[in-house]
């Protein structure tokens, strides 16, 4: 008696309800608009039915999302410590222990031989609340080193709650502010917080002072950013001579300074906003350094004033603008100026003695790699920590004498299971676009490769709000790599690799060349040998989920498969909508659909408004329920569109995180399974059992 093969499941249907949309006299049917009711019990029963059918398609995986799993950990330190930040006579790490999903955030007094002190676990803070999720804000302790504030967000709506701790007996005092943004700074009392809220939309708004023993309702409300257009962080200068209230949108800053050694301090501004003018204070006896845009400066410059002299007058140049070189950012300390740069795509890094003017380059030791700024908060150093890495050397913590420029390793980021660098290599490639612009690519692969056209590829893309997507190492990525798949970022404009002219040629009404970039690179790779069209997988995150889309509707045929991060796909009718965070600050990156012009450029390139009946690659799509930078229903829309509307029957999953936001999992534990079950999905696409 033979047994029946067991049929596919069905994946689920979402009910078209169609909904008119007029704009401009333009009428949109939106059939899956009712999927944005978070509270109907129905919209919970169709998200579930998403998830149900991902489980069981991806059932025959399982054993092969294990030992991913086990491979990835099995490469990790479990228990380890990180390089430790020494001020104020102690030093401050986290620490992991095997086993436990979070970070342990500790200090010792006068040497890592002293006893330890343990300032937060967040392991322990979800077992005892039981907690499905968690992710620590900020945390900051005072001035004296004797007391610790710290803010939790519990669910993954990026809503922080803010906890403080006597760190000379251990309690918690019963202080408690709740509704707080991500920045909070102390002043120098050491008896004051000072914190930022968020609106309705999610945009961080408010500026408060809080003294400690008084409850949050009798806090003081310094400021008020009333155009939403603008968010509002807090700062402080490495000096700590004054707070820095940074006022932000994507073209334009202003920044207040108050003093942190006055209690009853009031905002003051440096420069009142001026359209398109953006800069960035840092002090040092007495004179503001500023990195800024000012005249022209489109890579930026950096400039001076009196710190007491504010206003537009006596802004004084001190280093000037250059086309070619991009001014990142600077670093100030008591005797020098540290300033990251980007040069043709890569970044650079040199020191200036204050006192002389002597100018030196950091040298780099690998043509494809990039670094990140460290923790320095000791206002005397002459030691810069920073984070050096490439797509095949591991997160190595340095301290660059800037006396010397001599590198001295802290501490670089373990690599277990055999792993070496010689058995990789990288590259860096430039793909033409169709206007003729040459674009970077970053690529890594197992040593050996063959470049016959037939290789498993991933292409990785973003190309928003100049966000530089630089090539760092991922020791995970290893799985794929040891199975032949090669790695490649596509540095598109929109991106910030090459400077600001190449944010700008991707954004607002250029915002067409991102996608034709990444289309152009994958050509490339094509061309060159790398991979072919059914070898090749797209993979983007959030705006590059917005990416991930687009070129799925522009170029289906040039993909195997597509993994869609929370992708922002429902372009238009998200910016129509003020009231969903982030919507009317990104007026500035995308453009605004009250304009004509905008709404019908952006209509034309929205991936959920041009799903087209045609065949379409492998998608994986994610989202989170609770995200509050892309709303949960525009993946879970985009995938009911794409369900109903494509004429293959290629794999179309949802798999929708019901307890977490937009950064999937909080703990690495699981945060490592989910990269799992996407690795696993992009094998199996390609073909790759092993």
């Known amino acids: 008696m033979s047994r029946c093969p067991m049929s596919p499941p069905r994946p689920p249907t979402a009910a078209k309800r169609p909904k008119e949309i007029t704009v401009h006299g333009d009428t949109r049917v939106d059939d899956y608009y009712w999927l944005r009711d978070k509270a109907s019990p129905e919209v919970i029963r169709h998200l579930e039915a998403e998830n149900n059918y991902t489980r069981q398609v991806m059932g025959h995986t399982e054993r092969m999302q294990k030992r991913l799993y086990d491979e990835m950990v099995g490469r990790i330190q479990e228990t380890d410590t990180g390089a430790p930040v020494t001020y104020g006579g102690y030093h401050y790490y986290t620490r992991t222990e095997e086993g436990k999903q979070y970070a342990i955030h500790c200090r010792r007094r006068g040497s890592m031989d002293a006893e330890e002190q343990v300032l937060v676990d967040?392991?322990?803070?979800?077992?005892?609340?039981?907690?499905?999720?968690?992710?620590?804000?900020?945390?900051?302790?005072?001035?004296?080193?004797?007391?610790?504030?710290?803010?939790?967000?519990?669910?993954?709506?990026?809503?922080?709650?803010?906890?403080?701790?006597?760190?000379?007996?251990?309690?918690h005092l019963p202080d408690r502010i709740v509704g707080a943004a991500y920045s909070a700074e102390w002043g120098n009392d050491c008896m004051t917080l000072y914190y930022c809220t968020q609106d309705e939309a999610k945009r961080s708004d408010k500026l408060h002072r809080h003294v400690l023993g008084s409850p949050q309702s009798e806090d003081e409300l310094l400021y008020h950013e009333e155009d939403r257009l603008f968010s509002l962080g807090v700062s402080k200068t490495r000096d700590r001579r004054y707070l820095l209230m940074g006022l932000t949108s994507m073209e334009t800053t202003e920044y207040h300074l108050l003093d942190a050694g006055d209690a009853s301090a009031t905002p003051r501004v440096v420069k009142c906003r001026e359209k398109g003018l953006r800069y960035y204070p840092a002090h040092r006896g007495g004179v503001l350094y500023m990195v800024t845009n000012h005249g022209g400066a489109k890579n930026n410059k950096v400039v001076t004033v009196e710190a007491e002299a504010l206003g537009l007058d006596g802004w004084e140049t001190y280093i000037p603008h250059r086309p070619d070189v991009k001014i990142d950012d600077i670093d100030l300390f008591e005797e020098y100026m540290v300033v990251y740069e980007r040069v043709n795509g890569l970044k650079t890094m040199r020191v200036i003695d204050l006192g002389t003017g002597e100018s030196r380059k950091v040298a780099f030791p690998e043509e494809v790699y990039t670094y990140g700024q460290g923790v320095n908060p000791v206002y005397a150093s002459t030691k810069l920590r920073f984070v050096y890495t490439s797509l095949t050397t591991s997160f190595s913590a340095f301290d660059l004498d800037m006396d010397t420029l001599e590198w001295s390793l802290v501490k670089r980021q373990p690599v277990l299971g055999g792993y070496s660098p010689d058995d990789y290599e990288s590259e860096r490639l430039f793909a033409t676009a169709d206007d003729g612009t040459k674009v970077p690519i970053s690529l890594v692969y197992r040593r050996g490769l063959k470049k016959s056209g037939g290789g498993p590829l991933l292409l990785y893309g973003y190309g928003s709000y100049g966000a530089s997507m630089d090539p760092a190492f991922n020791s995970g990525r290893l799985s794929l790599l040891d199975?032949?798949?090669?790695?490649?970022?596509?540095?598109?404009?929109?991106?910030?690799?090459?400077?600001?002219?190449?944010?700008?040629?991707?954004?607002?009404?250029?915002?067409?060349?991102?996608?034709?970039?990444?289309?152009?690179?994958?050509?490339?790779?094509?061309?060159?040998?790398?991979?072919?069209?059914?070898?090749?997988?797209?993979?983007?995150?959030?705006?590059?989920?917005?990416?991930?889309g687009a070129v799925a509707n522009m170029a289906p045929e040039l993909f195997r498969a597509v993994v869609a991060g929370v992708p922002f796909v429902d372009v238009v009718t998200t910016m129509l909508d003020e009231t969903i965070p982030l919507t009317a600050g990104e007026y500035e990156e995308w453009g605004d659909p009250r304009d004509p012009e905008y709404y019908r450029y952006m209509l034309g390139y929205s991936p959920y408004d041009n799903v087209e009946e045609k065949d379409y690659p492998m998608m994986l799509v994610t989202a989170g329920l609770n995200d509050p930078r892309v709303q949960y229903w525009e993946p879970a829309k985009w995938v009911a569109k794409l369900r109903a509307t494509k004429t293959d029957e290629n794999r179309l999953l949802l798999k929708m995180f019901m307890g977490a936001g937009h950064f999937s999992s909080s703990g690495r534990y699981d945060y490592i399974k989910d990269t799992a079950f996407e690795y696993a999905f992009i094998l199996d696409a390609l073909g790759i059992s092993g």
């Open 483 to 548: 199975r032949g798949v090669a790695f490649a970022i596509a540095h598109v404009r929109g991106g910030g690799e090459m400077g600001r002219q190449w944010y700008e040629d991707g954004k607002f009404l250029r915002k067409r060349n991102t996608f034709t970039d990444y289309i152009a690179c994958a050509r490339h790779l094509i061309a060159e040998g790398y991979t072919s069209s059914d070898r090749l997988v797209a993979v983007g995150r959030s705006a590059g989920g917005l990416l991930m």
């Open 122 to 171: 967040l392991n322990g803070i979800v077992e005892e609340e039981r907690l499905e999720y968690l992710t620590l804000g900020f945390i900051k302790v005072s001035p004296d080193h004797r007391l610790l504030a710290y803010s939790l967000d519990r669910d993954g709506n990026e809503n922080f709650t803010i906890h403080f701790k006597d760190l000379e007996t251990g309690e």
